[in-house]
């Protein structure tokens, strides 16, 4: 007689009884073809390992279809077919298209009901029967946000319309009276300026507590620079009162950006440097003030100085002011001064509206009168500035996404001997596309105009260089009008250096010098983020349409951005 190992036996007795576990089958019919066709459509799991995931899949499978409206619906006993086989019998009888529930206006709010159904009406409103989960959740989630997060809905008195229509009224339960943001409590960053919740982020104690709006607004932080989001903030609930806690840290946002810039001076056969910096302080005050600082100096012996202060909403009111004072001196020609004074209202935090004046004197410093373009005059300029940005950006090599900003001013300029209007329009707008994680196209549009029976040489605008057109000198361009197209196709090379094309168009008018031209800028650049901050570095070369392609004109610019 043959023996048989039993640690065998055991192992294929216990993979046979799984093998038998794994095989029963249930078939779900209808008690006409047509209910069996739907029943097939709804694709229910034929296949169970015991008898509790069939009864499991059958209650399934009623509530879907109860929830497209068969609410008579039968069911038989799950009946045994033969060993493995199970067989259950669905009749669907009437399905019901719509439902009509009942409400009471004074405990809801018909714009609600509004945003849930297209047939509302003063006492009742119509859905889709197979709507019905949906919409009860939505209504719960509006009703909560209104103050009431405990509120529980339901249907109630449900019962028989027609073959097509049901009838339920709408029951909403609420234990406790209408709640309202009591407290705000911030946690990481004590000192976050508080005139920004209630105008930036417009959080307010005393409002309907909405936590859906909360979490909406909070999104408005990656606007901000100067403070983010450690974690989600939370809600505390106490008998008599509703506190918001939010969890914030101080940014680094102070930025210093500076560049240096070398190329063969054609006269003189030796290499001319320029260079600039602009320092940006953010909120150092903790009060949200902003303060810019520019210098520049060019190989044309031009030399720039300008300061702006920005102070948000003065004495916790929605409006803030800014003022800023430039000089200009080229050479031994002139000097300008501007200075301007705003008022801005904070729409929302990406949009701001400013208002203001404007008043500009400039001297003549030339001894003679050899160059009459150049003259002593003053202009006061009434302004309307708008400004669109957009921080937000997945990219951390790029600080802002998108920013658009338009100004317009209206008013008169003055010299020895007459007076005349004058209006002056500028743009500045730019925005990065995401084409994936790795590839970008940037493009930027910078523009001016002067609208004037007359033009001075000391009142033109000046452009060209590393933050215009690239592959000129800085600043080396004078217009009444231009425009200046930049664009790069970025390519990102790892998280902390990426490589780019320069492709640059500009057209501008010089009416002093009756010049209408065309420029173009081509070259290769890249970026590297170091510790010190972001390094850039541009090879460009500029022409004219006139002019052929010659290497000796190609500039290179060296700038280093630094976060602090």
Known sequence: MQNYNPFIILILLFFSSELIAQNLKLTIIGSTDEETSLISDLNYNSQHVDYNSILTEANLLRDKIIRFGYIDLKRSTISKTNDTSFHVKFQLNNKYETIEINYDSTKINKNIINLTSKQVFNTYFVIP????????????IKVANNGFPFAKINLSEIKTKDNNTLIATLIIQNKENERRLDKIIIKGYDKFPKSYLKRYLKIKPEKIFNIETIKKKMVALNNLGFAEQTKDSEVLFTKDSTTLYMYLKKTQSNTFDGFLGFSTNEQTNKIDFNGYLNLELNNNLNYGETFKLLYKSDESEQRNFEARLNLPYLFSTPIGTEFSLR??????????????????????????????????????????????????????LYNLKYIFENRYSFNSLFRIKSKIQIELGFGKREITNSTE????????????FYLNNKNSLYTKVSAALINSNTYFENELYTFGGINSIRGFAENSILANRYIVLNTEYRYQLSSNIYAHTILDFS?????????????YGFGLGFGIRTNSGLLKFNFANGKTEEQNFKFSNSKIHISLITVF
């Open 129 to 140: 029967f197979e709507d019905i989960e949906k919409t009860l959740e939505h209504i719960n």
């Open 507 to 519: 057209n501008f008018e010089n009416r002093i010098s009756n010049i209408r031209e065309n420029l």
């Open 421 to 432: 209007n004058q209006e002056k329009i500028t743009l500045d707008a730019f925005n990065s």
């Open 327 to 380: 000089i200009l001196k080229r050479d031994s020609s002139f000097t300008s001064v501007n200075q301007k004074a705003n008022v801005f209202y904070q729409l929302n935090s990406k949009n701001r509206l400013f208002i203001g004046i404007e008043s500009t004197e400039s001297s003549n410093l030339l001894e003679d009168d050899i160059n009459t373009d150049i003259t002593d005059y003053k202009s006061n």
